[in-house]
């Protein structure tokens, strides 16, 4: 079993940066992909990036390339969500999830959810 808590979220000006932080709990952090997803009022969830559990391999959504980065220190059980350059459209609610998968973005291939943290980008 493991339990995400995710903080962070807030509101900033387009153009600004935030740092989301997902907090782990569970002694095998480590062997699972991470994730973190997205989802706007009215819309789907999408993802927005994933981290295998070794941390050497991300991947990114094209809305957010080169924009967000996600990285992850296993002694801590914490994956982060560096985000700059920040749109409107970037606002959501955002998850991070976990997976037994080595990678995953799919959101069924995640097998715990946090209970998301409110971004709000205004212009």
């Known amino acids: 079993q493991v339990q995400l808590v995710e903080s962070g979220g807030g509101l900033v000006q387009a153009g600004g940066s935030l740092r989301l932080s997902c907090a782990a709990s569970g002694r095998t952090f480590s062997s699972y992909a991470m994730g973190w997803f997205r989802q706007a009022p009215g819309k789907e969830r999408e993802f927005v990036c994933a981290?295998?559990?070794?941390?050497?391999?991300?991947y990114y959504a094209d809305s957010v390339k080169g924009r967000f980065t996600i990285s992850r220190d296993n002694a801590k059980n914490t994956v982060y969500l560096q985000m700059n350059s920040l749109k409107p459209e970037d606002t959501a609610v955002y998850y991070c999830?976990?997976?037994?998968?080595?990678?995953?973005?799919?959101?069924?291939?995640?097998?715990?959810w946090g209970q998301g943290t409110q971004v709000t980008v205004s212009s």
């Open positions: 999830a976990a997976s037994r998968l080595a990678y995953a973005r799919r959101y069924y291939e995640y097998d715990y």
């Open positions: 981290i295998r559990w070794s941390g050497g391999y991300t």
